[in-house]
C-alpha cells in the first residue's frame, strides 16, 4: 500500500489526469519486475507525450485540428449565410388535374374522332328512321351527287352550279412509332377542266428559248422571261410571294442558283413537279390545275385531311366520277412508304352552302383497298374462330392437370 | 361473415338460436407451381414437400363473363320486341328491368308452350316504331324554300328537309295537305303546316312543319328569331289538327 500510496502522490506531481486508474498499471509492473524508477521514468514520458499530442506538434496529429485562438469574427455567420444560399428549397407540388392543367395551357382536349362508327351495329329495319341511331349509310357516288342536287335546285337553295368538293379522310402514321407525316400540298389537273370564279393563277416561267416563253404566255401565265427577270427579282422589282407558282426550264437551273434564296421554298425541284423541259403542259397544269393542301390535327396527329374540289353539280355525273377517281390516286401517291395500312379512311362528299355530307364507297375508285365494313366482319369471325380454338387449348390443358 | 348475419336476423327465433351458414359455391382452377413425382405402382406413396402446396391462380370461375340469357316478353317493349317474343339480352339489363316488373319471364320450356308464340295482332309495325312516332310527333321541322323563284311543295321538298335534319323519309311515305301551298309568299313566312307519315305503311303520324324563305344574298335572309314558338297556321283546315298535337318539352325529351 505504501508504495502505491508514493506512486499516486509522484503522479500528482507530474499533473497526471485523475483518470487513469494506477492500481493495475503499478501491480502489473511490479509483477513484470521493473523497478520503480524505470516505471516512472515511462509513465513521465507517456505523459510527455500525451500533451505534445494535445498541442498538435507531433507528425501523427495532422489529422486533428486545435486552435488556442479564437475565430474570425463574422466567419462563422457567413459560413452559415452560404450554406443557407446554397440549400435548395423544396417546393411541394400539388396535384392539378389533367383537364384544368390542359385548359391552362390554352389545350382544347376533344374526344377522338371515330370515322368508323363500329359500335352502332344495327342496320335501319324500318323505312322511316333517324340517322343517329344507326350506321351511317354509305351513298353511291351517283346518290350522292344527286341528292345535293336536290338541295341546290332552283326552288331551294338556287345554286346549281355550284361547286361539288370532297373530304379526303387520312392516316398520317408513319412506319416508324410516334412519328407523323407532315403537311403535303399539291396540284392536280382534271380530267373535266373546273373553272373557279376567283382570279386566275399567277405563274412565273423561267425560260431560255423565245418559243417557249411565247407558248407559255398563250398558255395562260403571267410572266415568263430568263437573265432579265432574274436581275428584277434581284434589285427587288418584282418578288416571288406576288405569284403563286414558280416553272423553269432545266437550263436555267445554274442561273437560278443566284436567287436561291429569295425564292425560298418556291425554288423549282423536280419532284414537286415545277422543273422540266416541256414548258407548256407544265405552265398548263399549274393554271388550269387545282392546288390543295392537307391539314392536321393539333392533338390528334395521326389524322389529317384534304379538301379538294371535283367540279361543278351542273357538270355530267360520270365526268364528276372521272375527276374523284384522278383526286383520289393522286392524293394516294403522297401515301409514306413502308406502311401496310390503307392511307384513304373516309371520303366526304359536301357543297357549300349546304352542310350536308355524304359518306361514299372510296374503295371502288383506288387499288388494293377493300370495304372497311366486311373486312370487319371478317375480322370478327376470325376472333371468333380464335376464341373457340383458345376453348379448345383450354380444355386440352385441363384435361392435361387432370391426367396428372 | 355479412350474409350469415343477415340470414340468422331475418330467420324466426326459434330456428335463430342454431347457426346456418349459406353455402358460397365458388370454384378456383389452380395450377401446382412445382410437379410432384409419382410414386411406383404398388410401392409406397410419396411424401409431398412443403412447396408441392404452392399453387398459381389460372381463373376464378366467379369472375367469368356471364352470356346473355333468354327471356320472353309478356308484353310490347320499346326497342325491343313485341308481346311473346322470345329475345336474348344482358343478364343485368333483363334481370332489372324486364323480369323484376313482369315484362318478362324465363324461356323455360314450360313457358315457351305456354306462351311462346308471337301475338297475331302487332301493337306496332316494329319494334322502333313507337319510339319514332313519340320523337316526330313533338318535333318541328323547317322546310326552307326559295325567295326568289316560284314554287309549289312536293313531297321530296320534304324528304331534302327531313333529311337535313337527320330523319330519313321515303317519298311514299309523305302526305303532303290536300291544298297545295305556293310560294314565294312572305305571308307564309314562320307559319305552320301539317304533313303525315306513314311508317311501315301502318302508323301515320302528323309531323308539324314550318316554311322558311331562303335567299343566296346574305342582307336579304330572315332572322329565324324563336322559331320554337307556336304560330298561326297556313291553312285554316288545319288549325284544329295543330292545336291538338303535342309540343317538344325539353324536361320530357329522353332521346
Not at chain 1, 1 to 30: E, K
Not at chain 1, 46 to 51: D, G, K, N, W, Y
Not at chain 1, 232 to 257: K, N, P, R, S, W
Not at chain 2, 61 to 72: A, D, F, M, S, V
Request: glycine share 6%; aromatic share 8%; with cysteine.
Amino acid at each position: 500500500m505504501a508504495t502505491l500510496l508514493r506512486i499516486s502522490r509522484i503522479f500528482q506531481q507530474l499533473q497526471v489526469p485523475t483518470q487513469w486508474n494506477i492500481l493495475p498499471f503499478s501491480c502489473y509492473f511490479h509483477s513484470q519486475g521493473v523497478t520503480f524508477s524505470e516505471l516512472m521514468y515511462r509513465k513521465s514520458m507517456q505523459c510527455i507525450s500525451l500533451s505534445c499530442i494535445d498541442k498538435g506538434l507531433l507528425p501523427g496529429s495532422q489529422n486533428q485540428q486545435v486552435r488556442y485562438y479564437a475565430a474570425r469574427r463574422g466567419k462563422r455567420e457567413k459560413m452559415k449565410a452560404t450554406k443557407k444560399s446554397q440549400k435548395k428549397e423544396v417546393v411541394k407540388k400539388e396535384f392539378v388535374p389533367y383537364h384544368i392543367k390542359m385548359a391552362m395551357k390554352n389545350i382544347v382536349i376533344k374526344p377522338r374522332r371515330e370515322n368508323v362508327d363500329h359500335w352502332l351495329k344495327t342496320p335501319p329495319i324500318d323505312d322511316v328512321w333517324r340517322a343517329k341511331f344507326y350506321k351511317k349509310k354509305i351513298y353511291s357516288v351517283m346518290e350522292a351527287i344527286e341528292m345535293h342536287r336536290e338541295t341546290h335546285h332552283p326552288t331551294i337553295l338556287n345554286e346549281p352550279e355550284a361547286i361539288l368538293s370532297s373530304t379526303i379522310e387520312l392516316d398520317m402514321r408513319m412506319p416508324k412509332k410516334n412519328r407523323y407525316l407532315d403537311n403535303f400540298t399539291g396540284t392536280i389537273k382534271l380530267p373535266y377542266e373546273l373553272k373557279m370564279d376567283n382570279n386566275k393563277k399567277k405563274v412565273l416561267v423561267f425560260c431560255k428559248d423565245s418559243e417557249d416563253q411565247t407558248g407559255a404566255l398563250k398558255a395562260g401565265a403571267f410572266m415568263a422571261g430568263s437573265s432579265g427577270v432574274i436581275k428584277q427579282i434581284q434589285t427587288g422589282e418584282l418578288t416571288v410571294q406576288d405569284f403563286d407558282h414558280v416553272v423553269a426550264h432545266i437550263d436555267m437551273l445554274a442561273e437560278l442558283g443566284t436567287i436561291r434564296g429569295l425564292l425560298k421554298k418556291s425554288f423549282p425541284n423536280r419532284n414537286k413537279g415545277n422543273l422540266g423541259t416541256d414548258i407548256v403542259p407544265l405552265v398548263e397544269l399549274f393554271v388550269q390545275g387545282v392546288d390543295y393542301k392537307s391539314n392536321k390535327d393539333e392533338h390528334e396527329l395521326d389524322f389529317g385531311w384534304v379538301d379538294v374540289p371535283i367540279g361543278r353539280l351542273n357538270m355530267e355525273t360520270n365526268e364528276l366520277q372521272q375527276n374523284l377517281f384522278t383526286v383520289l390516286n393522286q392524293v394516294e401517291t403522297h401515301k409514306p412508304k413502308g406502311v401496310a395500312a390503307p392511307f384513304i379512311t373516309r371520303v366526304l362528299l359536301f357543297s357549300e352552302p349546304s352542310q350536308e355530307k355524304f359518306v361514299i364507297p372510296h374503295w371502288e375508285y383506288l387499288e388494293g383497298y377493300k370495304d372497311p365494313n366486311t373486312l370487319k366482319s371478317e375480322e370478327v369471325t376470325l376472333e371468333q374462330q380464335t376464341e373457340e380454338d383458345d376453348d379448345t387449348d383450354t380444355d386440352e390443358v385441363e384435361h392435361t392437370r387432370v391426367a396428372s | 361473415m355479412l350474409r350469415t348475419f343477415v340470414n340468422t336476423c331475418m330467420l324466426p327465433s326459434k330456428i335463430r338460436s342454431c347457426p346456418i351458414y349459406q353455402q358460397i359455391r365458388n370454384t378456383f382452377v389452380l395450377n401446382r407451381r412445382y410437379p410432384i413425382i409419382f410414386s411406383k405402382k404398388g410401392g409406397r406413396p410419396k411424401r409431398f414437400k412443403q412447396k408441392h402446396y404452392v399453387y398459381d391462380l389460372v381463373e376464378n370461375t366467379e369472375c367469368r363473363k356471364q352470356g346473355n340469357i333468354k327471356l320472353i316478353l309478356t308484353q310490347f317493349v320499346e326497342g325491343l320486341g313485341d308481346r311473346g317474343e322470345v329475345v336474348s339480352v344482358k343478364p343485368l339489363y333483363g334481370r332489372q328491368q324486364l323480369l323484376l316488373p313482369g315484362l318478362a319471364v324465363y324461356a323455360s320450356p314450360e313457358n315457351l308452350e305456354f306462351g311462346g308464340k308471337k301475338s297475331e295482332k302487332p301493337t306496332y309495325s316494329s319494334h322502333f316504331a313507337s319510339k319514332t312516332i313519340g320523337y316526330l310527333s313533338t318535333r318541328l321541322v323547317s322546310v326552307s324554300m326559295n325567295r326568289e323563284n316560284p314554287w309549289t311543295l312536293e313531297p321530296w321538298h320534304i324528304r331534302v328537309a327531313f333529311r337535313k335534319v337527320g330523319i330519313i323519309v321515303p317519298e311514299e311515305a309523305i302526305e303532303l295537305p290536300i291544298q297545295p301551298i305556293s310560294g314565294p309568299d312572305m305571308d307564309k313566312e314562320d307559319k305552320e303546316f301539317a304533313v303525315f307519315i306513314t311508317i311501315n305503311k301502318t302508323e301515320r303520324v302528323p309531323v308539324r312543319c314550318k316554311i322558311h324563305h331562303w335567299s343566296p344574298n346574305y342582307l336579304e335572309r330572315n332572322d329565324v328569331g324563336e322559331y320554337w314558338k307556336p304560330s298561326e297556321p297556313i291553312l285554316p283546315e288545319q288549325a284544329t289538327l295543330l292545336s291538338e298535337m303535342p309540343r317538344f318539352d325539353k324536361s320530357k325529351d329522353s332521346t
